[in-house]
């Protein structure tokens, strides 16, 4: 009945009603007074904290890489250089979706599977947030066509770049070397910091072996940039240190003359001043255009030059390990005169062949009628084998192997360029260790004329050459001539190198040696007579002829019967003028037949074109 | 009695003028709202990166706003408590009627599109559910019988269940509490709240069993927001940053990093108070809450001296369900809650929560310039 015809009793909610409104307000108080306490942790006590985070959040810091130095010869010719070029480069992590990204970028910008595929080869070894390149010098065109619909790529952007040039192509290009993009184990050992910036690192050449004046000090940019990176603002920069210019000892003149009269040959040309030891001309042909190689070269191209018969990616100045053979005598000739084994007037009568004592084994003489009675002018000027086959017999492995050391013959010169190889000068030591064997006698006698187991670099062979035109003075070969800061006229000189000495039992011995040499290109009956006819300054040189093919004890070597690529190596050595030498110059020409006609006249033009007044370039 | 009322005319004239005493303000009540949408401009200003189109079209739903206010204060409450059980009865049609033909916008159905206009129908129940439980409860003396507690849970739970359908957990949680807050303010016995707070602490398993898979994403992001910290949770990783690196005095206006530089997700509508928090420091922050405070202060004085019990029931439950709109995104954005789309009322960019929270405060208005009428 009650519940019905209820009672309203105002008094009593109105009183219920303020305490509840009470303990609301209390609860009110309360949870306002929870959110302070969490606004002063999170505003007054980790201030520093979040102060931290959201400066990270906002402000980039991004290394500014260095400008490369550049490379000049040594009268300022300029062989490497940095042209600015525009690409079109993507940062994965800022793009909405990658594949849809480079479809669209595909759809307004010509961009080839070649492209896309190194494209994605580099994504795989970059480095967080770091921009990848998709396309290479975009033209103007290209580059406008992208500012219209760039809203549409986040993450994509066009980059302006230095890109490293070389005017000259293949010309000097082994030497000069060149830069490629970082790989992933170049990326290991170079210095994270420095190299934060760098795309480009020296792979061959000078290009590497000074990569670390060329480089440069990276620099930094403090930048301020939005959740979507781009950057609205740069705060403060910390400008890069340019790499040092550097200034080669090659002149590239010569360089142009050596390496066109080699034009569609094979071998190598190595030029060295013996006063200073500087290398004036260090050719490869064939040379290959090192441009290929700065933007990555596609795999087919790159397949192409390894599997090309010429070799074009192999610099035959420093890896190229030939026999020397006759270019051999002259210091064999020296051995023996300095060792007292023979005298001026000491005759070996050579008769087209020599059997050691006690040996049926004909080692012949290139002559088949034989050069009558030699002395130790004669054998140099027409290259008797005969003669040095007893010289070396006389002398026997153990001092040709001390003295022809003294020569650089079976070391590394200690250039300043990578990757040269040793050569080979034989000893017991070494034929016990290598081949586990001991050595033969006969051995010691083809030895002598630079065959068997002998191996020189050009760059050896024009070292040694260096040598003995220098009377026994050693000068470390270098190709670095001078280094200049960016942006300064100043230039400095590298150090000058140490120098070695030869040692010498009788001086004139060294201008029988010589003498002789000069004969070789200066008389008629010389075996480079041709080399020095009317030259206007006065060459000293051998000839070499080093087989490629073995000939059998009974038969004749006829080059027109031999397949190309087995016909012998032609070398020649030369230096000028006689009396107070200023160029050392060694050819290899790889199946080049006879040292003088086929390699003689290549370091005459370069001797012509070094003692003719040079015209400017 | 006469004499009180010619009292209390004449003590309110003094006080407002007539202006004021014509509009049916209350002046503490407006001048808060005022000073509240005017720190929302300032601040959205910024936060919108300095947009005057958005300036203008904030200013325009708050004059829609305000105008809605002033309409409804001039009605007298006793037309509400009529029309109540009418309005109700339409809600819960209409978000029947959104659940079956509902337009679907961001995987949720919530509006109703009559061509001209789009409506929320579950915003609407936040002023309609409290004053239905109010109207029923109101009829009985109060405290109520369980009987009456039951019937008026039904009341909230049906259009609760409706919008948790949608669905909107958001929204949802606002309208049962609101509702909850009626029966709260009620006078029902503690022991019944807490055998319900403990059933319903039993069942919350059994809730996590019925939330969506981004509902629940929401509530594991809150717990850890470490594990998401490019998705879910860099919502709240990057708002403790802007809140944190205000410091005490903040950054300057115009001068907040995390928002200008699209750090901070939502920074004009959901998360602007980390704006706020990151250009005006725990100094601006203090400000702000304090006008809060004040506003709810004298909702719950206003809901203190209604002269009857469905006048009291509403004002006080629609003063505490602003409070939890304003306490639910402050803990949101603060990382003390999880993540639930809440606007910071009247100070977050957007038009259907602020026309709601204004509707609600236009009935307060009502209900406290029309005492001296009920009291002969």
């Known amino acids: 009945m009650q519940q019905r015809t209820p009672l309203k009793d105002h008094l009593r909610e109105t009183h219920s009603f303020t305490s509840r409104v009470m303990i609301a307000l209390v609860c009110v108080g309360l949870l306002l007074g929870v959110v302070v306490a969490r606004l002063v942790y999170l505003q007054i006590l980790s201030h520093e904290h979040f102060a931290t985070l959201s400066e990270k959040n906002r402000v980039n810091i991004v290394p500014v890489p260095p400008t490369r130095g550049l490379i000049y010869d040594r009268n300022g010719v300029l062989l490497a250089q940095n042209l600015p070029s525009f690409s079109l480069e993507v940062i994965p992590e800022q793009t909405d979706n990658l594949e849809a990204t480079l479809a669209g970028l595909r759809k307004l910008i010509t961009i080839s599977d070649d492209d896309l595929d190194s494209f994605r080869k580099r994504l795989q070894q970059k480095r967080p947030f770091e921009s990848i390149p998709l396309r290479f010098r975009l033209s103007e065109e290209e580059v406008a066509r992208f500012a219209i619909n760039r809203y549409r790529f986040p993450g994509v952007d066009i980059q302006a770049r230095l890109t490293r040039d070389y005017p000259f192509g293949k010309i000097a290009s082994h030497t000069i070397g060149y830069v490629g993009r970082i790989n992933e184990n170049e990326l290991n050992e170079l210095d994270p910091s420095n190299y934060s910036g760098t795309t480009h690192v020296g792979k061959t050449g000078v290009e590497k072996s000074y990569e670390n004046i060329l480089h440069g000090t990276v620099g930094y940019q403090h930048e301020e940039s939005n959740a979507r990176g781009r950057v609205l603002r740069v705060l403060q920069r910390i400008p890069p240190k340019p790499g040092e210019n550097l200034y080669l000892t090659i002149d590239m003149d010569l360089q142009m003359v050596a390496e066109q009269s080699m034009e569609g040959k094979r071998g190598a040309l190595v030029a060295i001043n013996p006063k200073t030891g500087e290398v004036l001309a260090m050719a490869s042909v064939p040379g290959v255009n090192p441009n290929l190689f700065v933007n990555g070269i596609s795999s087919v191209q790159y397949k192409d030059l390894q599997d090309d018969i010429d070799q074009p990616l192999f610099n035959r100045a420093l890896t190229g390990q030939y026999p020397p053979g006759s270019t051999i005598k002259p210091f064999m000739a020296l051995a023996g005169l300095e060792y007292k084994e023979v005298t001026t007037d000491t005759q070996v009568l050579c008769q087209g062949s020599y059997s050691l004592p006690g040996d049926t084994h004909r080692y012949r003489d290139w002559k088949r009628g034989g050069h009558g009675f030699t002395n130790v002018t004669s054998a140099i000027v027409h290259s008797c084998d005969v003669y040095f086959y007893q010289l070396a017999h006389d002398l026997g492995v153990d001092r040709i192997y001390k003295y022809l050391s003294y020569f650089g013959l079976g070391k590394k010169t200690g250039i300043d360029l990578p990757g040269e190889l040793s050569g080979l000068l034989p000893s017991r030591e070494w034929k016990r260790a290598a081949r586990h064997e001991v050595w033969y006698p006969g051995e010691t006698l083809i030895s002598g004329i630079g065959q068997g187991y002998n191996l020189v670099t050009p760059l050896q062979l024009a070292e040694a050459t260096a040598i003995l035109a220098n009377h026994g003075t050693i000068l470390q070969p270098h190709i670095v001539h001078a280094t200049q800061v960016s942006n300064s006229s100043n230039i400095v000189p590298e150090s000058p190198m140490p120098e070695g000495k030869v040692p010498i039992a009788a001086p004139k011995n060294w201008d029988t040696v010589i003498s002789a040499m000069k004969d070789v290109v200066n008389t008629p009956t010389g075996t480079a007579y041709r080399v020095g006819r009317d030259a206007p300054y006065l060459i000293a040189g051998k000839t070499g002829t080093a087989q490629v093919f073995g000939v059998k004890q009974n038969e004749r070597y006829k080059a027109q019967d031999v397949e190309e690529r087995l016909r012998d190596h032609a070398l020649f050595i030369a230096f000028a003028p006689v009396d107070d030498p200023e160029i050392a110059i060694a050819v290899v020409v790889e199946n080049g037949g006879h040292g003088g006609s086929a390699a003689g006249p290549i370091a005459r033009a370069v001797m012509d074109r070094y003692f003719s007044s040079k015209p400017a370039l | ?376």
């Not at chain 2, 206003?302 to 629609?318: D, E, H, K, P």
């Open chain 2, 1 to 376: 009695m006469a004499i009180d009322t010619q009292q209390s005319r004449w003590y309110e004239r003094r006080r407002h003028g007539p202006l004021m005493r014509s509009l049916h303000m209350d002046v503490p009540l407006l001048v808060g709202l005022l000073l509240l949408s005017a720190v929302g401009l300032i601040v959205l200003y910024s936060a919108s990166g300095q947009d005057m189109d958005v300036i203008i079209r904030q200013s325009i739903r708050l004059a829609a706003g305000f105008t809605l206010l002033l309409i409804l204060a001039r009605i007298p409450p006793q037309h509400f408590a009529r029309w109540t059980p009418w309005i109700y009865g339409i809600g819960v049609i209409l978000l029947l009627a959104v659940l079956v033909m509902g337009e679907i916008g961001k995987g949720a159905q919530r509006w109703l599109d009559f061509g001209v206009l789009r409506f929320q129908p579950s915003e609407m129940m936040k002023v309609v559910v409290p004053m239905m439980v109010a109207w029923y409860l109101a009829e009985n003396p109060l405290p109520p019988s369980r009987r009456a507690v039951a019937a008026a849970s039904l009341i909230i739970v049906i259009p609760t269940f409706l919008i948790i359908r949608q669905p909107d957990l958001g929204t949802a949680l606002l309208v049962a509490s609101s509702g909850v807050f009626v029966l709260l303010l009620s006078g029902i016995s503690w022991r019944l709240v807490a055998s319900v707070v403990g059933i319903l602490g039993t069942a919350a398993p059994v809730l996590w069993y019925f939330l969506r898979d981004y509902q629940k994403q929401r509530v594991l992001t809150f717990l850890n927001p470490e594990n998401d910290p490019l998705g879910a949770g860099y919502h709240i990783i990057q708002s403790k940053i802007a809140i944190g690196s205000g410091g005490l005095y903040g950054k300057g206006w115009l001068n907040g990093t995390q928002a200008h530089l699209d750090f901070l997700p939502e920074h004009s509508t959901d998360f602007i108070f980390a704006v706020l928090a990151e250009e005006f420091g725990f100094i601006g922050i203090l400000l702000l809450l304090a006008i809060y405070f004040f506003i709810v202060a004298r909702g719950l004085y206003i809901s203190t001296q209604a002269q009857n019990s469905f006048n009291r029931l509403v004002a006080g439950s629609l003063v505490l369900t602003f409070f939890v709109y304003v306490f639910v995104n402050i803990g949101m954005v603060t990382g003390l809650l999880p993540v639930v789309g809440l606007p910071l009322p009247l100070v977050s960019y957007g038009g259907t929560s602020l026309v709601t929270m204004m509707a609600a405060f236009g009935v307060l208005m009502s209900i406290h310039t029309h005492r001296r009428l009920l009291s002969s």
